[in-house]
Nanobody
């Protein structure tokens, strides 16, 4: 059974930092690109960061230089290091993988940044 479990969210003040983790199981983690998405209330879900199986990364322009995505294939985990957080980063953050025609989502972890 394919499963993604996010953790690490919380409440932080503007300018603070958080590190999100996503533990994956049920598929060959090292062979797949992984992503972090977020969805704020009343807004569409958006791609925040993506990392390929080879370690290449891509970021939403508004988080470049502040967020870093990484992966540890030995732990079947992907991470999102978030620094200099802003109130506009407040959202439910989801881990994601595309397996053939199926896009798999975790349950999400809430990040709230207070001003």
């Amino acid at each position: 059974q394919v499963q993604l479990v996010e953790s690490g969210g919380g409440l932080v003040q503007s300018g603070g930092s958080l590190r999100l983790s996503c533990a994956a199981s049920g598929f060959i983690f090292s062979a797949n690109a992984m992503g972090w998405y977020r969805q704020a209330p009343g807004k569409q879900r958006e791609l925040v960061a993506w990392i390929t199986s080879g370690g290449f990364t891509n970021y939403l322009s508004s988080v470049k230089g502040r967020f870093t995505i990484s992966r540890d294939n030995s732990k079947n985990s992907v991470y999102l290091e978030m620094n200099s957080l802003k109130p506009e980063d407040t959202a439910l953050y989801y881990c994601n993988v595309l397996l053939g025609p199926r896009r798999i989502w975790g349950q999400g972890t809430q990040v709230t940044v207070s001003s």
